[in-house]
C-alpha cells in the first residue's frame, strides 16, 4: 500500500488567498483524521471523519477553515482566506475503525503565509 | 479532557546506550491506548510503540520497549542500544478505546539528541 498521500508537499502562498490541502487515506481505512502542528500549540485535531461523515470539528480554528469528504478515497481541507498565523505543518491521517488500531499518518503538507 | 505531559523537552544519549523518555497523562477512562511516534527532521510521524491499557504486559518492540504503569498513568519510553539514526523528536500520544478509532491527543515532545 502506497500509505496516506498528502498534496502539496509544501506551499507558500500570500495572506489573503485560497489554500487547498488534499489527503487520500489507505485504502479500506474509514476514519480519516486532519492535525496540525505548530510550535505553539503542538500537534492538535482539526476535524475527523468516519465514513465520509465529519464527527468532531470542534479543533477547527475559524469558519475560513472548512473540510470535505466527498467520497471514502480523498479529502480536502480548505483556508479561506489565509493568514500567517495559519502557517504550520498540517497531517492527514486515517486509521480501520473496525480493529481500533492506531492512525498512519500522510507526509503532511508545510503551509507558509507570507 | 485527556491530557498528555511530556516533561523532557529535550534529553541526550550516547551513541549505543540507553535512554529513558518520560510521559504522563491524565484520564478517567479505564480502556485507552497510548503510543510513542517519532518525528525525524523529514517531519514524517512513525509509530514506534502501542500500549493498549488492558494489558499488564509492557510492550516491546526491537530496541524499543515501554514502562506501562496504570495506577500512576505513567508511559515511558526506553531505547536501548541507541542509534544515530534515533535522533528525532518523540511524542507521546494517548487515544481512547471507546467508539471506535477516536483522535489522538499528543504531548508536546521529547527531543533526543544521539551523540557518537
Known amino acids: 500500500d502506497a500509505g496516506v498521500i498528502q498534496s502539496p508537499r509544501h506551499e507558500v502562498t500570500e495572506m489573503g488567498q485560497e489554500v487547498t490541502l488534499r489527503c487520500k487515506p489507505i485504502?479500506?481505512?474509514?476514519?480519516l483524521f486532519w492535525y496540525r502542528q505548530t510550535m505553539m500549540r503542538g500537534l492538535e485535531l482539526l476535524i475527523y471523519f468516519n465514513n465520509n461523515v465529519p464527527i468532531d470539528d470542534s479543533g477547527m480554528p475559524e469558519d475560513r477553515f472548512s473540510a470535505k469528504m466527498p467520497n471514502a478515497s480523498f479529502s480536502t481541507l480548505k483556508i479561506q482566506p489565509s493568514e500567517p498565523r495559519d502557517s504550520a505543518v498540517y497531517f492527514c491521517?486515517?486509521?480501520?475503525?473496525?480493529?481500533?488500531?492506531?492512525?498512519?499518518f500522510g507526509p503532511g503538507t508545510r503551509l507558509l503565509v507570507l | 479532557a485527556q491530557t498528555v505531559t511530556q516533561s523532557q523537552p529535550e534529553m541526550s544519549v550516547q551513541e549505543a546506550e540507553t535512554v529513558t523518555l518520560s510521559c504522563t497523562y491524565d484520564t478517567s477512562e479505564s480502556d485507552y491506548y497510548l503510543f510513542w511516534y517519532k518525528q525525524p527532521p523529514s517531519r514524517q510521524m512513525i509509530l514506534v510503540i502501542r500500549?493498549?491499557?488492558?494489558?499488564?504486559q509492557n510492550a516491546t518492540e526491537n530496541r524499543f520497549s515501554v514502562n506501562f504503569q496504570k495506577a500512576a498513568k505513567s508511559f515511558s519510553l526506553k531505547i536501548s542500544d541507541s542509534q544515530l539514526g534515533d535522533a528525532a523528536m518523540y511524542f507521546c500520544?494517548?487515544?481512547?478505546?471507546?467508539?471506535?478509532?477516536?483522535?489522538?491527543?499528543f504531548g508536546k515532545g521529547t527531543r533526543l539528541s544521539v551523540i557518537a
Open positions: 491521517a486515517s486509521g480501520d475503525g473496525d480493529r481500533e488500531e492506531t492512525q498512519y
Open positions: 485504502s479500506g481505512h474509514d476514519y
Open positions: 500500549q493498549e491499557a488492558y494489558k499488564q
Open positions: 500520544a494517548y487515544r481512547s478505546a471507546y467508539s471506535g478509532n477516536t483522535p489522538l491527543v
